[in-house]
């Protein structure tokens, strides 16, 4: 029976590792399936941060990390059509699949798609006037270069928008334990001021444990 037991908790966690890793790095078709259920479970938070950046008119923006591409199309809406979105993407899957679906906004200029992570953005320093990046930073490992990054690359009127759950939900979750790193709230603003920007902490409902969005912007 034991043994029976032992071989069923190998097997899943063998499963939610997997998982794990595809929502680290989505790839293949296990990839383009966690990529829709990325849209369909982040819809809500990735919303409030395209909401929170307020891009203007004729903007220049990112998603980082912007996994199924809900942002994108959210970001494109934001900045109309005189502004430009950047994706960045480290998967090779969800870039493929998001040239497939916003293939118009590429060939208009209007969507730029790259291949490229948090701690080395393709941009010069200043080159944006806004960027999200939601439920991203448990697959960094230093996180403060990353902020340093995602700071240098903002200019000097723009902002900056983290989205994250929840830590306490998210370590109830059963592949959170297979390599996600779940930081205290309090640590990731902290790790945010380091850089020299500004913070404010907003949570996207009144709901107990509501996911979390860190506004950062340059000091006035």
């Known amino acids: 029976m034991s043994v029976l037991y032992g071989r069923r908790m190998g ?34 938070l990735v919303g409030a941060a395209a909401r929170a950046l ?14 199924g591409g809900v942002g994108l199309r959210l970001l494109l809406d934001g900045v109309g059509p005189s502004g430009r979105v950047h994706g960045v993407e480290v998967s090779e899957t969800m870039l493929s ?11 208009n200029g209007r969507l730029l798609l790259h291949s490229g992570s948090m701690t080395q953005l393709p941009f010069p320093d200043g080159a944006l ?6 439920n ?26 983290i989205g994250l759950a929840d830590p306490d939900v998210m ?22 001021r380091s850089t020299g920007l500004t913070v404010e902490h907003r949570q996207i409902s009144e709901e107990a444990n509501a996911p979390h969005l860190l506004i950062a912007h340059a000091l006035a």
């Open 11 to 44: 097997v899943r966690d063998a499963f939610m590792a997997g998982i794990a890793k595809q929502l680290g790095h989505p790839s293949g078709l296990g990839g383009r399936l966690v990529g829709a259920a990325l849209n369909r479970g982040n819809r809500r």
């Open 54 to 67: 307020q891009p203007g008119e004729a903007s220049a923006v990112a998603d980082v990390g912007f996994g």
């Open 97 to 107: 699949q998001a040239a497939a679906r916003y293939r118009r906004d590429i060939a």
């Open 129 to 134: 006037d806004g960027a999200i990046t939601v």
């Open 136 to 161: 991203t930073i448990y697959f960094v490992a230093e996180l403060d270069g990353a902020f340093r990054e995602l700071a240098r690359v903002i200019n000097s009127r723009g902002r900056l928008v």
């Open 171 to 192: 370590a109830k979750l059963p592949f959170t334990g297979h390599g996600f790193r779940l930081r205290p709230v309090p640590e990731v603003i902290d790790t945010l």
